[in-house]
């Protein structure tokens, strides 16, 4: 059974950081692309960031790009984001999600592409 648990949110003011930290577990964890989401209170879900399987490809999102930046850690099943300069319209339900087999890391992070997901983890920007 495929687990995937995100860690890290919390509360931050404007123009701070913060790491979201994702565990998953159930799968080989190397052999697949990884993507973050977030949704917003009556916004839909929106990519993030994506990363391939290797590490070696990423992409960010027009609204995130220079500032977050996604890594794996490949022998410890781990996925992170570092957020810089948050905003507060950067509130949301963070997620954390496993990319279908072969997906291709290079364009824009879609959900329909993502298999499993997690719970999320509320991130708060607030001052």
């Known amino acids: 059974q495929v687990q995937v648990v995100e860690s890290g949110g919390g509360l931050v003011q404007p123009g701070g950081s913060l790491r979201l930290s994702c565990r998953v577990s159930?799968?080989?964890?190397?052999?697949?692309?990884m993507g973050w989401f977030r949704q917003a209170p009556g916004k839909e879900r929106e990519g993030v960031s994506c990363?391939?399987?290797?590490?070696?490809?990423?992409y960010d999102g027009v609204s995130v790009k220079g500032r977050f930046v996604i890594s794996r850690d490949n022998k410890q099943n781990m996925l992170y984001l570092h957020m810089n300069d948050l905003t507060e319209d950067e509130t949301a339900i963070y997620y954390c999600?496993?990319?279908?087999?072969?997906?291709?890391?290079?364009?824009?992070?879609?959900?329909?592409?993502?298999?499993?997901w997690g719970q999320g983890t509320q991130v708060n920007v607030t001052s």
């Open positions: 999600a496993v990319a279908v087999p072969g997906y291709g890391v290079g364009g824009p992070v879609a959900p329909d592409h993502f298999g499993h």
């Open positions: 159930g799968l080989r964890f190397e052999d697949y692309a």
């Open positions: 990363i391939s399987a290797s590490g070696h490809s990423v």
